[in-house]
């Protein structure tokens, strides 16, 4: 049967791909050893997992299917960087061949692909998208609420971002750098930060730039790390005590440490679908592993924001292309249909209490979001 | 038991493969066993066909796969050993016998599922993995015969892609009741350690620890093979979620 929507992921830990094991092997078997899955999971071939059905608040419901490329998630670094393209190509070719009319890649998916699409397969009637502009949306927003929480004023902070020129980077700066004091732009290639630092300086924007974040001579109050850091401890440097970080990189590795036990860590980009989200076989507890009911990565719920509202288009493609105005629509469209801010999160748990929480995800009450029509549902 | 065939003649001495011969050995026995109860398989399918083009086709493939075992036992000479083979081997002989139940039940595509997609899926994957790492001919006769195999699978997907347009759910149902039958077996026989015992095959002690002797491992035979079974049964249009399950409830 044909799908609206297709979502391309992976597993972010051994314990998450020991756990979907576990659910496609029932209940009668006896869980693999880790070592068993560890030699099993690197030699499956992308595809399809499970069936996704999502309801919209404005009463849409669009189908769609989890693909998983099976990374293995200790090989994410550049060395398998081919082998994870050619997964991610053949997940691609997976939601064709579902029938799905655009596609969501996962984050890591994203970073992979966005400067690449024309390495995913021929495709006739199925669009991509990286996500990005929903992922940007989500990581902004988290920035204010947690400016709002900490009582902190964005006008008087100097930000930093870490991974400053990659898609999702570029966009948290462009939308937020017009609000800040100050400007601290970090990433490897110099040429690009250096065309980036232009732009926002044509707008009057006071820009520093970094390829390493020793050089900065000043300190951040807000962080927004888009680049997935090998070692968290690359954070101290240049960062105020009690500094507002946003862990938007992947996957989300940042904890408070000894060099930063002030700071107010919150896990960025990620969205809560109020309408509900309904997986079969049920993988609830297995794909969403958040501390809250139907979160999802915003890159994967902008495709399916964009099912529900019916525009089946490429909305974030390339790398570079994000704009506030961009940012700004697609935040539209998600609020149409009640994907708002997920509540924030980090390593120890919730940074909001419940009750700021509901305020925050408007309509449906986090934590116990709409279940009306799943009560309603064919299993 | 005897071997079903002896193919083998006076070993060769052979100096360069010698300190890892006893492991080429029993990799080689696996092997011709393997082609063997193909040759077996093919045969007994040539008595069901009723089209003569297909008996004709049984019978070729039955011939082709005895000169793969002979070929195996020819590299074995090379090397200096005598390769055995045993179909009666526990194993082997649980796969012959739920090859022979599709043969008593005349059922032609059970018998291509169970011959071309499982069992030649494993010999497919493992025979590649080997050729690319065993040296001189010894790898190249394993690379060639991948291939050959690999001929036989297309032949059989047309027939059996056919088969399942006609009713799809009726298929797939085909296709898990011998998956269990057939892959749980060949998921015994893959797994990382016998832990049912000595499998009858290998000449002497267990072969899989020493395989990293020879820049191969259990794990990675398995995986290979796994991966070419889904891959196939991908191309014959089974939902991958489906295949996906069954895979994973195999035992390890």
């Known amino acids: 049967m044909d799908v609206d929507f297709a979502l391309i992921g992976h597993q972010e830990s051994w314990r998450a791909a020991a756990d979907l094991v576990a659910v496609l092997r029932g209940p009668v078997r006896a869980p693999l050893p880790d070592d068993e899955i560890k030699d099993i999971l690197p030699w499956i071939p992308p595809r399809a997992v499970c069936h996704v059905d999502i309801r919209s608040t404005a009463g849409a419901t669009a189908r769609g299917v989890y693909i998983d490329s099976f990374i293995p998630p200790d090989r994410l670094e550049a060395a398998y960087v081919h082998e994870n393209i050619a997964r991610v190509r053949g997940a691609a070719a997976s ?3 579902a029938g799905a009319k655009i596609v969501s890649l996962g ?13 995913l397969p021929e495709r006739r009637d199925t669009v991509f998208t990286t996500g990005n502009t929903l992922t940007v949306a989500f990581i902004v927003q988290g920035i204010h609420a947690m400016c709002d929480l900490e ?8 930000l930093l971002v870490v991974g400053a020129t990659g898609d999702v980077g570029s966009g948290c700066v462009r939308c937020l750098a017009p609000f800040v004091k100050r400007v601290l732009l970090s990433a490897r290639n110099g040429e690009r930060l250096r065309k980036l630092a232009a732009e926002l300086k044509s707008k009057g924007i006071q820009v520093d730039i970094a390829t390493n974040l ?5 300190a951040a109050d807000i962080v927004i790390c888009a680049a997935s850091l090998a070692s968290p401890s690359l954070l101290p440097y240049r960062i105020s005590s009690g500094a507002i970080v946003c862990d ?5 590795n940042l904890c408070r440490s000894a060099e930063t036990p002030d700071a107010r860590i919150f896990f960025g980009g990620l969205g809560q679908i109020t309408g509900g989200m309904k997986f079969a076989p049920d993988f609830g507890g297995i794909l969403n592993r958040h501390p809250f009911p139907d979160v999802v990565h915003g890159c994967l719920l902008e495709g399916m924001a964009l099912a529900l509202e019916g525009r089946f288009e490429p909305f974030s493609q390339g790398r570079g292309f994000i704009t506030p105005e961009r940012v700004e629509a697609m935040e539209s469209i998600a609020a149409r249909h009640g994907i708002y801010l997920a509540p924030l999160y980090n390593a120890d748990g919730p940074v909001q209490d419940p009750l700021h929480c509901q305020t925050a995800s408007s309509t449906a009450g986090v934590g116990e979001p709409s279940r009306e029509y799943f009560a309603n549902s064919p299993s | 038991m005897e071997p079903l065939l002896d193919v083998n003649a006076s070993p060769v001495a052979c100096t360069s493969l010698a300190t890892n011969a006893p492991i080429w050995q029993d990799i080689l026995a696996q092997a011709m066993t393997g082609e063997l109860l193909a040759a077996m398989n093919y045969a007994s399918l040539s008595e069901i066909c009723d089209d003569p083009a297909e008996v004709a086709d049984a019978l070729e493939h039955a011939e082709g796969e005895r000169g793969h075992a002979a070929s195996f036992a020819a590299e074995g000479r090379k090397i200096g050993v005598h390769v055995l083979n045993n179909v009666d081997a526990k194993h082997w002989k649980r796969l012959r016998e739920a090859f022979l139940r599709c043969i008593a039940e005349r059922d032609f595509i059970a018998c291509l599922i169970v011959q071309e997609i499982m069992l030649e899926s494993f010999a497919v994957a493992s025979y590649s993995r080997v050729g690319r790492v065993a040296p001189g001919t010894l790898g190249q006769t394993f690379a060639r015969i991948a291939a050959e195999e690999e001929d036989h699978v297309d032949h059989a997907m047309s027939i059996l892609r056919a088969e399942r347009a006609l009713d799809a759910q009726r298929f797939d149902d085909k296709v898990h009741r011998l998956h269990v039958e057939v892959m749980t077996t060949l998921a015994q026989m893959l797994a990382k350690e016998c832990k049912d015992g000595h499998c009858e095959v290998c000449h002497a002690s267990c072969v ?20 070419q079974y889904l891959k196939t049964l991908d191309m014959l249009g089974i939902p991958g979620e489906l295949t996906l399950e069954w895979v994973t409830q195999l035992p390890v």
């Open chain 1, 95 to 97: 939601a064709i061949k």
């Open chain 1, 107 to 119: 984050g890591f998916s994203s970073i992979l692909i966005e400067g690449n699409f024309d390495q």
């Open chain 1, 151 to 158: 009582g902190r004023n964005l006008r008087t902070s100097t």
């Open chain 1, 214 to 218: 020793e050089q900065f001579s000043s």
């Open chain 1, 248 to 252: 938007a990189g992947y996957p989300k």
């Open chain 2, 208 to 227: 899989k620890p020493s395989l990293f002797d020879v820049r191969l491992s259990a794990a990675e035979l398995r995986g290979a093979s796994l991966q």
